[in-house]
């Protein structure tokens, strides 16, 4: 198995968007605008950090004055029972981070970098920030067929890929499996898939790797609703999964949320004891924190890790070369991912406590 962890961010090689030499020299200052998925996000922590740190570096080494507004659209308002309180509202969810993006357009910032809530709905605002001459660059969420000037994250659909090759090798190319992906309540005491090109790509390259597998099986689709971490659905939907169908031997984890959903040996024991009997594996997107220890729990064999801080710290780093330099580039900037398994555990949890990445982690001893 080829590991696709590219190391090629900032943090880990030299001068991948390094600030130029030939940075302009006037006094006019640069304002950046970092906009999160949203105040209740928790995968925005560690971007907020490395925004933060970015503008820190920044303000010490620009030959020009650097402001960086690290800006958390609201969580959507919600009716008691958890349904949008303009259900008719086809982008309801996107309109707090639409507010904030409006308001960079007029404060007429130089540059604007956004994880972008959703695509469809948010195409229209970002070319007019592109077109009032911003620099746009998109993260975490994408907007693709929007004028910003690039996206930089992972390829998801490799991504997804290389995880279920992953756990394939784990569980010996066979068995039955479960699929877990964010999905929407549909109204109808139903879920369906989000629309989001994230979790699109994610499940579509779930589905081709499945493809290279006859003995294996996905006999289950799982809804996991964002993003409110103290609800534990989506840990009852895997104890709900093993209950229906015992042979399960492993889940895929295209949303992670479960792993950090308090009490999991609660609300899902019969996870709980597969997991620690070592009869089920499992495998998912992200690294945040707290999931260092379901992991030594057993919950979860392989993390694959986007480049979260990354997302704050090279992205305004970017946005500042897009600014001074005119900087070229791809619509799509690479970042690769993380690959984390219990022998490299601690190593990168050393590196999150530490906000630094650059010591490349041992190679995961479960994979070939």
């Known amino acids: 198995m080829v590991h696709r962890a590219i190391f090629g961010g900032i943090l880990l090689s030299t001068g991948m968007l390094a600030c130029s030499e030939g940075d302009a020299t006037t006094g006019a200052p640069v304002t950046i605008a970092y906009i999160t998925h949203s105040e209740c996000n928790r995968f925005g922590d560690l971007g907020r950090a490395g925004a933060r740190q970015a503008s820190t570096e920044l303000s010490s080494t620009s030959t020009r004055p650097v402001e960086v507004m690290v800006m958390d659209p609201k969580c959507p308002e919600l009716e008691d029972d958890g349904d949008p309180k303009d259900p008719d509202d086809p982008c309801y969810f996107s309109r707090p981070q639409m507010e904030v993006i409006q308001q960079v357009i007029d404060m007429k910032a130089d540059a604007m ?38 996206y930089y994250g992972m390829d998801n659909k490799a991504a997804a890929a290389f995880l279920m090759d992953a756990l394939a090798t784990i569980n010996g190319k066979t068995g039955k499996i479960a699929f877990q992906t964010m999905m929407e309540e549909d109204g109808d005491g139903g879920y369906t898939p989000t629309a989001a090109g994230t979790f699109i790509d994610r499940s579509a390259g779930f589905s081709e790797a499945l493809a290279r597998y006859p003995d294996m099986t996905s006999v289950a689709s799982l809804p996991c609703l964002c993003c409110d971490y103290k609800d534990p659905f989506c840990t009852g939907q895997a104890q709900k999964a093993l209950e229906d169908d015992p042979e399960i031997v492993g889940f895929f984890f295209s949303y992670s949320k479960l792993l950090g959903e308090p009490d999991l040996e609660v609300n899902a024991p019969l996870l709980a004891e597969r997991a620690a009997a070592k009869t089920i594996h499992s495998v998912a997107f992200d690294t945040l924190p707290e999931y260092m220890d379901r992991m030594r729990a057993g919950y979860v064999d392989v993390l694959l890790g986007q480049k979260l801080f990354g997302w704050g710290y090279d992205t305004v780093l970017l946005a500042y070369d897009l600014v001074t330099t005119n900087r070229q580039v791809s619509p799509f900037t690479d970042a690769g991912w993380y690959v984390v398994c219990p022998n490299n555990l601690d190593e990168f949890e050393r590196n999150t406590q530490a906000m630094d990445y650059r010591t490349q982690l041992s190679e995961c001893t479960l994979l070939p």
Do not use: L, Q, W
């Open 113 to 150: 970098v956004v994880d972008v809530f959703d695509g469809v709905c948010e195409n229209d605002i970002i070319n007019r920030a592109v077109d009032s001459g911003m620099k746009v660059v998109t993260y975490g969420g994408d907007a693709p067929t929007s004028k910003r000037h690039t």
